[in-house]
């Protein structure tokens, strides 16, 4: 069994930061790919960023690039997400995933995060 924990959302004016961390923990040995999604109330699931295990492949949604980071720690089973310049349309709840392969699509990632709301105003 796998989990995964997200923290670090909250509530930030718009063009400030926020990091949200993710801690995976169960059979930690396997070498996931890792990645971000958000949900927008309304609004259908959306791929945000994700790294290979080695991190030597990393894609990110076309909106995010310049502004969000994707990093991840091996040796303890974290993954992070550095969001700059935060925009309005960014408010949306973010999952933590992880999965066999790096990808896009959300149905290929077998494990998910409960979420954490980032809330971005105007």
């Known amino acids: 069994q796998v989990r995964l924990i997200e923290s670090g959302g909250g509530l930030v004016q718009a063009g400030g930061s926020l990091r949200l961390s993710c801690e995976i923990s169960?059979?930690?040995?396997?070498?996931?790919?890792k990645g971000w999604f958000r949900q927008a109330p309304g609004k259908e699931r959306e791929f945000v960023a994700a790294?290979?295990?080695?991190?030597?492949?990393?894609y990110y949604l076309d909106s995010v690039k310049g502004r969000f980071t994707i990093s991840r720690d091996n040796a303890k089973n974290m993954v992070y997400l550095q969001m700059n310049n935060l925009k309005p349309e960014d408010t949306a709840v973010y999952y933590c995933?992880?999965?066999?392969?790096?990808?896009?699509?959300?149905?290929?990632?077998?494990?998910w995060g409960q979420g954490t709301q980032v809330t971005v105003s105007s």
């Open positions: 995933v992880a999965g066999r392969r790096i990808c896009r699509r959300g149905d290929d990632y077998d494990y």
């Open positions: 169960g059979r930690t040995f396997t070498p996931y790919s």
């Open positions: 790294s290979s295990w080695s991190g030597t492949a990393i």
